[in-house]
């Protein structure tokens, strides 16, 4: 059973820091692409970074020079560090799987998903 679990979410001061994490199970985690995503009240769900299984990586540019996102393999885990986070990046965070070769950005593309973990910006 694939299980994805979040953490690392909660309050932080714009132009703070903040790391969220992704710890995968019930699969070969080197071989996926890692995708992290948000959601804000009242609006759909939206890609923020990717990572690919060759350490391919890639961002909106609204997070662009701002978050980072890595992998750990030998720890199966993800992460999505958040520097200078604004008040426009609050948001529901989920991490997410795929096997799907390149850069993938579609929430459709991703097989396996995480509850996903708060994060809340105060200005």
């Known amino acids: 059973q694939v299980q994805l679990a979040e953490s690392g979410g909660g309050l932080v001061q714009a132009g703070g820091s903040l790391r969220l994490s992704c710890a995968a199970s019930g699969l070969t985690f080197r071989r996926y692409n890692i995708g992290w995503f948000r959601q804000a009240p009242g609006k759909e769900r939206e890609f923020v970074a990717t990572i690919s299984s060759s350490d391919t990586t890639y961002y909106i540019d609204s997070v662009k020079g701002r978050f980072t996102i890595s992998r750990d393999n030998a720890k199966n885990t993800s992460y999505l560090q958040m520097n200078s986070p604004k008040s426009e990046d609050t948001a529901v965070y989920s991490c997410?799987?795929?096997?799907?070769?390149?850069?993938?950005?579609?929430?459709?593309?991703?097989?396996?998903w995480g509850q996903g973990t708060q994060v809340t910006v105060s200005s």
């Open positions: 997410a799987a795929t096997l799907n070769l390149g850069v993938r950005t579609s929430i459709r593309e991703y097989q396996y």
